[in-house]
Nanobody, 123 residues
Framework: QVRLVESGGGLVQAGGSLRLSCAAS????????MGWFRQAPGKEREFVAA??????????FHADSVKGRFTISRDNAKSTVYLQMNGLKPGDTAVYYC??????????????WGQGTQVTVSS
């Protein structure tokens, strides 16, 4: 059974930090790359960050808009992926979605999605 459950969203002032978590079922998580996407009101969903099954270093990728501020990581023992968000800006306000794909590599399409968690950054 596919299951992705995000948590950790909320309201924060500009410059603040949040850490999003995504708990996945073992079937969804094991051996698979994971990603974070976001969708702001009136805009299309956009890629934020992704991490391959092996995780870390060259096996992560962050969008230019969040590079240096956000960090994706994963704990394979807990079947959980994280998104540490620092230096938040009002432009980061969006619903954030966790996603998984049936591949070890983060490159490609994502077929499994969570329900999303709202992040609101006030100025």
């Amino acid at each position: 059974q596919v299951r992705l459950v995000e948590s950790g969203g909320g309201l924060v002032q500009a410059g603040g930090s949040l850490r999003l978590s995504c708990a996945a079922s073992r079937r969804t998580f094991s051996g698979n790359a994971m990603g974070w996407f976001r969708q702001a009101p009136g805009k299309e969903r956009e890629f934020v960050a992704a991490i391959s099954w092996s995780g870390g270093g060259d096996n992560t990728f962050h969008a230019d808009s969040v590079k240096g501020r956000f960090t994706i990581s994963r704990d394979n023992a807990k079947s959980t992926v994280y998104l540490q968000m620092n230096g938040l800006k009002p432009g980061d306000t969006a619903v954030y979605y966790c996603a998984a794909r049936d591949s070890e590599s983060w490159r490609g399409l994502y077929g499994y999605w969570g329900q999303g968690t709202q992040v609101t950054v006030s100025s």
